[in-house]
């Protein structure tokens, strides 16, 4: 606010008011005139419009389905809070995924909650497999969706004895043995599992029959 005693004060728009305010970016200009002095000023005002950020609402998942986060993001740079590199981001568990928008002005937040309770979870193993080369159905693979991890996968003959087992992911079994294919008959399969429900992890196993058939 200019001081001048009995001085007259003239803005770049003609209004005459002792203060001035400014509503929108540009240049002002101010003019005061004291008896036979003058005196000018001009200040560069810049507006920023505050960023905006929304992840969209919570979300309730089943079994294999999957989300694509589709942020809508305006005036800033996005960033996701993990450094997820991209800025849409498909996710297949459950968990807290928080975003920000920056700008000069400020900065804002905004999360979205991705849960899979809205069911059980589903590990599946198929019952039977046919390992002849003929492209279908060759191999016995297990698979964990959801909040589900599948940690290891061992096989076992009628006689209890683990014949193939791995840790690594595919799980999945091909029908051999030290080299050579299987006879035809039922065997057994057990899965370890690591259940993840936030911060929270449930480990367990589930077995089940396998018949081996050609």
């Known amino acids: 606010m200019p001081s001048a005693p009995a001085a007259t004060y003239r803005w770049q728009d003609g209004s005459v008011q002792t203060t001035y305010t400014a509503?929108?970016?540009?240049?002002?200009?101010?003019?005061?005139?004291?008896?036979?002095?003058?005196?000018?000023?001009?200040?560069?005002?810049?507006?920023?419009?505050?960023?905006?950020?929304?992840?969209?609402?919570?979300?309730?998942?089943?079994?294999?389905?999957?989300f694509t986060i589709k942020p809508i993001v305006a005036e800033g740079?996005?960033?996701?809070?993990?450094?997820?590199?991209?800025?849409?981001?498909?996710?297949?568990?459950?968990g807290v995924f928080w975003g920000s928008v920056r700008n000069e002005c400020a900065t804002v937040t905004d999360s979205i909650e991705i849960d899979y309770g809205a069911c059980d979870c589903i590990l599946y193993a198929p019952n039977s497999f046919t390992p002849n080369d003929d492209g279908k159905n060759d191999v016995f693979l297990?698979?964990?969706?959801?909040?589900?991890?599948?940690?290891?996968?061992?096989?076992?003959?009628?006689?209890g004895e683990v014949i193939f087992k791995t840790t690594a992911p595919p799980f999945q079994w091909d029908?051999?043995?030290?080299?050579?294919?299987?006879?035809?008959?039922?065997?057994?399969?057990?899965?370890?599992?690591?259940?993840?429900?936030?911060?929270?992890?449930?480990?367990?196993?589930?077995e089940g029959p396998l018949s081996l058939i050609r």
């Not at 005139?33 to 001009?42: E, H, K, L, P, R």
């Not at 297990?142 to 006689?159: E, Q």
């Open 23 to 66: 509503k929108q970016s540009g240049t002002y200009t101010i003019k005061v005139t004291q008896a036979s002095c003058v005196a000018t000023d001009t200040i560069q005002v810049r507006y920023i419009p505050p960023p905006q950020l929304e992840l969209g609402p919570d979300k309730e998942l089943c079994g294999a389905q999957t």
């Open 142 to 159: 297990a698979y964990g969706w959801g909040d589900i991890k599948i940690t290891s996968l061992s096989i076992f003959n009628r006689w």
């Open 77 to 94: 740079k996005f960033t996701w809070q993990d450094q997820y590199a991209n800025t849409e981001r498909t996710v297949s568990t459950s």
């Open 175 to 206: 029908g051999y043995y030290r080299g050579n294919i299987c006879e035809i008959g039922v065997y057994a399969w057990s899965i370890q599992y690591e259940l993840h429900r936030g911060k929270k992890v449930k480990f367990d196993q589930k």
